[in-house]
């Protein structure tokens, strides 16, 4: 596919979810593009590499929270992988500020390629796991974002504290969220959250010479929940906090054992680490608890 191809293929498809792209950016998208499949030959980065697919599955589908992201200056991308919504965003979004980050220092030698090839301002690609850059950014970010990254009641606990009071976090689900809201109820309350709303992005199906195609953006749920103006202490909200560990840490030693046995070394590091950091939590609130 030819980068005139590219771009008319591109904006024909973002104006399917009412977001329109200049020939200029549509240029950077096609940079982008060749950039991803370039690496991705030396790294894996995605599973998507024909052009058509790249631009539903990866570009339009990144794009449909542009409406949620009003006047808010500051976003964080929590676990961005390849970039995704981050860079899409921010190449539309020129003025606001964006963070993108991963704990897989390739990925982000990656990104910071990208971001200078583009030539992209008031962004910056960061090596970090949540639950360490929590220690630097807690209440920092206007908005924190996510992109299939893991289940909400997991996920909301990384990503919630970044935000500030009166923040937002969008997650960017599947159709099937509804049990992931019902168990993610007691998080989101312990962390001082609240449901905003949950859209379901169906605007329509996207076809490419009437042949219907199957796409994240055609079924996008998003949900998007508003930090509460106070959250409330004392030992009960520790009792459901240590829960909720115990809760997590049983899931993630799973993960980590269905890794171990099927050789998925990225997984268990990653996992490796959530599990001796929510270990520690648990430690030190039982410590603090018994001590009452």
């Not at 976090?169 to 969220?177: A, P, R, T």
């Not at 046995?261 to 018994?290: C, H, P, R």
Request: aromatic share 8%; net charge negative; with cysteine.
């Amino acid at each position: 596919m030819n980068k005139l191809e590219f771009n008319n293929s591109l904006i024909e498809k973002a104006d399917l979810i009412k977001v329109e792209i200049s020939q200029k950016q549509a240029d950077n998208f096609y940079k982008y593009m060749e950039l991803l499949l370039e690496w991705n030959k030396k790294m894996n980065l995605t599973a998507i590499t024909e052009p058509e697919e790249v631009i539903l599955k990866h570009f339009v589908d990144s794009l449909t929270i542009i409406p949620y992201l009003n006047e808010e200056n500051t976003i964080l991308d929590v676990g961005t992988g390849a970039g995704f919504p981050g860079i899409p965003l921010k190449i539309l979004e020129e003025d606001k500020k964006f963070t993108l980050l991963d704990s897989l220092n390739k990925r982000i030698i990656f990104l910071q390629n990208v971001i200078d090839e583009l030539n992209l301002k008031n962004i910056q690609a960061v090596h970090g796991r949540a639950e360490e850059y929590i220690r630097e950014k807690r209440e920092h970010y206007d908005i924190a974002t996510s992109r299939a990254v893991a289940k909400l009641n997991v996920l909301l606990e990384y990503m919630i504290p970044f935000v500030k009071v009166g923040g937002r976090c969008i997650c960017m689900k599947s159709f099937e969220i509804d049990e992931e809201l019902k168990d993610a109820e007691k998080a989101i309350e312990i962390l001082g959250g609240k449901i905003e709303k949950v859209d379901e992005i169906a605007e329509r199906i996207l076809t490419l010479g009437g042949v219907p195609l199957h796409s994240y953006a055609a079924y996008t749920k998003v949900a998007t929940l508003k930090a509460k103006e106070n959250v409330t202490d004392g030992d009960a909200c520790l009792r459901a906090v240590v829960e909720d560990v115990q809760v997590l840490l049983k899931q993630e030693r799973e993960i980590l054992s269905v890794a171990a046995e099927i050789g998925d070394d990225g997984t268990q590091d990653v996992f490796s680490s959530y599990v001796s950091s929510q270990e520690k939590l648990l430690w030190m609130l039982d410590a603090y608890l018994n001590q009452k």
